[in-house]
Nanobody, 128 residues
Framework: QVQLRESGGGLVQPGGSLRLSCTAS????????VGWFRQVPGKEREGVGC????????YYTDSVQGRFTISRDNAKNTVYLQMNNLKPEDTAVYYC?????????????????????WGQGTQVTVSS
């Protein structure tokens, strides 16, 4: 059974940094492209960025471009989301999932709703 687990969230001041981790059991992440997503209560889950499974190419949404970086460590079966220069509007629960990764990283709400292997997510709060 595939289980995804996100970790590394927390409370950080505006301008600060966090690194989130995505691990999986029952699945070797390095075989797959992986997407990061986030959701604010009362709003739809949205894509943040992704990393391809082939050449490690990464793509990001405009709101995080230049501030967030996705990488992977295949030896640890882990995908990371490095978040720098965090803003209050980055406050959300962050999730990861194997996902088609292309430029631009545009994800339909229908596909998000259909996916049923979401992990618990990790809370990121950006506040002074």
């Amino acid at each position: 059974q595939v289980q995804l687990r996100e970790s590394g969230g927390g409370l950080v001041q505006p301008g600060g940094s966090l690194r989130l981790s995505c691990t999986a059991s029952g699945l070797t992440l390095d075989y797959y492209p992986v997407g990061w997503f986030r959701q604010v209560p009362g709003k739809e889950r949205e894509g943040v960025g992704c990393i391809s499974g082939s050449d490690g190419s990464t793509y990001y949404t405009d709101s995080v471009q230049g501030r967030f970086t996705i990488s992977r460590d295949n030896a640890k079966n882990t995908v990371y989301l490095q978040m720098n220069n965090l803003k209050p509007e980055d406050t959300a629960v962050y999730y990861c999932a194997p996902w088609v990764c292309r430029d631009p990283f545009s994800v339909s709400q229908f596909s998000i709703d259909q996916y049923d292997l979401w992990g618990q997510g990790t809370q990121v709060t950006v506040s002074s």
